[in-house]
């Protein structure tokens, strides 16, 4: 409750101080200006009288020399022009009454002898001197004085000194409230705005520098503290702000953390729900990440992160959040999607966006990743399900070659039981005989010769029987055993394409799939030569077909692995070109002589227009830049023809011959002239 | 009663000189004159002696500081004042007529009291002075005859 009553204000106290204090002043003023003119007014009276007395008694020693009566009458009767004095008495040196005055007869008298005068009346004053003649005692007189013009006087007095002290308590009274006023009012602004910052969030208020110096200082000194609390308000909301962005931001990259993906993704859910719409969610791990950070140390790895998020930061939309979850993992939240269609052309814009190498620390590294999608729908469960669906299709496109977008079905997740199997039991399968090598031939389109074999690796499991590449690959990739199987093929490979030569009419080539994960690891190089050495398949025949994913990574390292294999005298393949998202400005400046054109651009051939236009696209690309092109999974005579004319340079597929474990009655027809038995569409009809 | 008187007057007048006795010539009956004697010569007179002559010669008239005349004697007045008139002698006389005619001081009887009259004229020309309290009870008179 605000105090508000007179006497606690202020304002009061200011007034009644001032008023008191003046009453007070000039009460004792007042008195003591009556009590002392009463007192001096007295005195004077007093010392009249008794001058009065000495005079009249001086006049009157003739008198009472000589007698006379009359002439004593006489100079008492001067008396009679002081009208206080009421009475005069003279006696003589025997003290006898000698002569008298009085001013009306019968109101009093003179005693007859000095020592019996009466006694003082408080409203008289009376004066008995001796009147002497050197030290002669000539006789005495005695006046009695009334006491009217003094107080008449002094009723004038006080009645002046009332009047006075009354003017003077206007005065002050008045001048007081000014003061109050002057004092309390910019007392009463500072309250004003004090209670503005008080009752308001802002501190924008500041109060006017006016009054005394002290009200003045007090404003400023006021002003200062609502600056102060202003600015430490500011810093307490920053250091808040701070606080809860640091809670929810991952610091590296300044992108929202997992607490806030996980929050904001239930947020989102909620909505998706109440609105009736799909909501899509890609899981978003790196590829080749580890080989970065691991060749090139974790600040590059750090700050590569930082280039990667703010690049898929520009490719998604506002609507949409991305965050980072793990070290090299990231989530979008996609609030609102048509359908499947819509999430991966999200994600493949993501994929896009990545295709150009980043340039950390002067180096340019590629960065690729492979992306699961997963989308809520009316049946769907919560957010943890929906992020584990993500998940999940991320391994999946990782399996199935990295750099890639898989949508959640219900078959990954078998897929990912059986992940698990086919690694523990590929980790033996090398040492235990189980893997073995198919070569596929590959025939020069132009010439209709037979110009190599490709190598490919092939499982066997006792029990499980023939187990595709396009599972077990992946799987490798992921838990590193592809270095001792691509390692095993490779020198099956060559060992067995040196006996070719000596059944061939002519150099046979061999080309081997080396993995990105093989490639990227700092052996690789090493490893290929003394493969080469021990088996002693000459450089110039090997040609090592690498897909898109060996540019992930530090692209100065990979182009310098690229240029030492090429040195050797070794061919290089960009296999499964298309599929990807290379950057082809780089590809120019890497020394790949060929591009192996992805089966899936050929398998709707002739009859898709579209497919047309892409290999057509391709192959004019390819050509401009200088490089052959080899089309795989030829099957149909019609495409054969087609590739032909759109001048592929080389071909393999079912068509051509299929991948054998035996490669050699081949290379025996071929000695004999036979190239391709069903090159020409004449010949394959003749045969059918 | 007039030695009272003169005792008082004494009081009241001052001489060119002060005096520390003050010799008082009295002229008339012995008889009067003794009484006077007796009267005055035992008192001081603020502090002054008194002495009183009776019937001086006129050698020792010369010394006197007061001349106290009887109304008898008033008659050898106008033979006695013209002799004194340039000395500091106060007269003093019974007479009323005695101030009128050269004469200073007058005790003059009037009934039971007797009235001091003063000539100015003659106490100015004596070279005395009196006190104006007696003068405020005493009553002013000058020379009606002046003397040829």
Redo the contacts between chains.
Sequence with gaps: MRPSSLTNSLAGRITAVVLISITVALLVFTVALILFDRVSSREELQARLSTFADIVG??S???L??K?TD?AD??LQALRREPHIVAGCLYDSSSMLFSQYLQTPGDSSCPSVVEKLPATDIRQRTVLREIM??DERVGAIFLISDMHDVIARERRMILLAVGLAFIALVIGGFSGSIMQIRITGPLKSLQRVMHEVTAGDSFKARAEVKGTTEIADLAIVFNGMIEELERRDLMARRAEATLHNQARTDALSGLPNRRLFTETLCQAIAFARREHRTLGLLYIDLDGFKHVNDSLGHHVGDQLLCEVAARLNAHVRHSDMLARVGGDEFTVILRSVGGLDDAEVAANSLLQSLAKPFRVNDQDIGVGASIGISTLDESQSDATELLKQADSAMYAAKRMGRNRAVHFSSELGNLARERLTLESELRGAVSRGEIYVHYQPEFDLTSDRLVRFEALARWRHPVFGEISPDRFIPVAEDSGIIHQLGAFVMEEACREAVAWQTLAPYPIQLAVNVSAVQFNSESAVKEIVAILKRTGFPPELLQIELTESVMMGPVQVSAEKLQNLCDLGVTLVLDDFGTGYSCLSYLADLPFRCLKIDRSFVKNLPDSSESFTVVSSLLALAHNMRMRVIVEGIERTAQLQFLRELGADEGQGFLLGRPDANPRPRLISARQGHFLPVLRPDVESARV | MRSAFVYNLIKYVQWPQSKRIVVIAFIGDHSTGLSMKETLEPKLSDGRTLRVLLNPSDSELLTCDIVYVTSDETANLSFILPRLSRTPLLTIGEDDRFPRIGGMIGLVRSGDRIQIEVNLGALHRAGLKMSSRLLGIATIVSSKEPME
């Design positions: 001086q006049n020693t003739a008198a020399d000589f006379d002439a006489q100079v003649r050197r």
